[in-house]
């Protein structure tokens, strides 16, 4: 069972807040407007936050609540008046609803304001208090959330049709990786949310107005007719058993982690059987190959390495599973609230804390892998960072990572293994 850091509060966190969740999740909704119900500079601070890390306009709008509204105003007339100045200037086929701390702590009735929208605009809310949860809550309370309010329950199936219910941490790559993957077994693949094509950093002919791509609204309501839905990532798979509720007939599978030889296999071996073929694509094969190859290569570097993770539970698991295949000595995990799945990776330390606790356990480490607050930490005490989750501020083409299935592992490896012999290169030149 993982320690929880005996200090009263937490000097540098390392999670973010559910709001920033719930706003990246509506920007998977084509031509939606994500509206966040708190003060302006919650919006403000999350727009920058996301625009430095894609290094593209996001779009978010906010109700602009402030001490007085915050007194006098139930939050009906915020997010009502809210909606009338958007619409004047756009006309988003979904509104994205969704709290702060500030609106939580009033009890703002958030469903009332949005029944009183309705007709007038098409809205979808959730409470995604900041004082609770993390990035990752945020974003699968927003997915579950949709789907009660906007998906309708049917009992027809669509044989051709597969939905993938990705967690936070997936990047659009590998949204869109797997939506190809998965159509080489002949189906018409959706994504819910589905940042694939509206964070994936391409040059759009219109910027920032109204999410620039992702899952129509119309796809949204029908897909309860899908006929296998799979759920990555155990913060979201509350979220698949909520589409099994549209429709009792959907195959609905969940998997808690894409990374590594073992879960890919696992993976591909689920498609095989429900298509009933022996084998997979001749590409699939190919890279499972590569991917063992890959094993081989970097098992002398990442296995003589000693290494701690500072991230998001969903990508703890994914990273963790891939690099123990090829050796890797976890240290540490520091991560941001509890995950029962974490309990069964090998490592020496498993704690709910800050970047504090990190630094202590990266004292007799060689890399850390986190965000680009861990730096600062790398930087100080002479060690490798190897760059993953929210934020990366420096880099670009943090959309195009890929680190699950066969490809994806393959490169994760090759890049840990590379960055690893780098940095044994420097320190043996400082001696």
Known sequence: MEAISAKPLQLNPIKLSQ?????????????????????????????????????????????????????????????????????KKVKPDLVGLFTTGLTETKGDDIKGACLLMEGIQEMAYVNTPDFEGSIESGFSKSIEAIIDQIVNPTTNIDNQKALIIPNVNMKPIEVEKIKDTISLFGYE?????????????????????????????????????????????????K??????????????????????????????????????ISSPHPSIVRWRKRLQDALLDTHFAIGSSSIVLALEPDQCISIANTIIEAGANIKAIVTTHKNDLLEEIECEHLLIGDFEDVEKYLKESDVLISNFHGERYTMKHKKALMLRGFPDYEGVGNQLKNDILYEGSTYLLFELANLINHYNHEANHEH
């Open 19 to 87: 709001p920033m969740g719930a706003m990246l999740c509506f920007l998977g909704i084509k031509n939606c407007m994500p509206l966040m119900h708190g003060a302006q500079g919650c919006a403000s601070f999350s727009k920058v936050f996301f625009t430095r890390h894609f290094n593209d306009p996001i779009a978010v709008q906010t109700t602009a609540v402030n001490d007085i509204t915050a007194v006098i105003d139930g939050g009906d007339y915020a997010i009502s008046e809210s909606i009338k100045n958007i619409t």
């Open 189 to 237: 693949v959706l994504s819910l949310p589905d940042l694939s094509d509206s964070l994936d950093g391409h040059l759009g002919l219109k910027q920032g107005a109204l999410s620039s791509g992702g899952i129509s609204l119309d796809e949204v309501k029908n897909l309860g007719s899908s006929s296998l839905v799979l759920s990555i990532g155990s913060s979201v798979k």
């Open 239 to 276: 979220a698949g058993t909520k589409i099994k509720e549209k429709n009792e007939n959907i195959n609905l599978i969940h998997y808690n982690s894409l990374g590594g030889l073992e879960n890919s296999d696992e993976f591909f071996k689920m498609l095989c059987k429900i298509k009933e």
